[in-house]
């Protein structure tokens, strides 16, 4: 099993920025791709970023391009999610996954419990 925990969460005008973590425990050995999904109320929960397990390769929803960016530190079995220039369309609750596939495109078998980004125009 695998235990993924997101924090960072919260409350910001519209403009600033968040930074999401996701620590990762339990079976981390089988952890390979992890990525970030979100659903706002109302509506599909859909793809925002993923990053391969070396770094390298890193994949994003468009309306995450030039505004969001992915990191990982394997060292601590975490993810990161810097987000910028927060739109009060992002308002959402902002998911862990993985492990996902090689086309960082399909989520894995490991969700978080979520953490609420709430963005104020």
């Known amino acids: 099993q695998v235990q993924l925990v997101e924090s960072g969460g919260g409350l910001v005008q519209a403009g600033g920025s968040l930074r999401l973590s996701c620590a990762a425990s339990?079976?981390?050995?089988?952890?390979?791709?992890m990525g970030w999904f979100r659903q706002a109320p109302g509506k599909e929960r859909e793809f925002v970023a993923a990053?391969?397990?070396?770094?390298?390769?890193?994949r994003y929803g468009n309306f995450a391009k030039g505004r969001f960016t992915i990191s990982r530190d394997n060292a601590k079995n975490t993810v990161y999610l810097q987000m910028n220039s927060l739109k009060p369309e992002d308002t959402a609750v902002y998911y862990c996954?993985?492990?996902?596939?090689?086309?960082?495109?399909?989520?894995?078998?490991?969700w978080g419990q979520g953490t609420q980004v709430t963005v104020s125009s």
């Open positions: 996954n993985a492990p996902l596939g090689a086309t960082l495109a399909l989520p894995g078998n490991y």
């Open positions: 990053i391969d397990y070396s770094g390298t390769s890193t």
């Open positions: 339990g079976r981390t050995i089988i952890i390979s791709a």
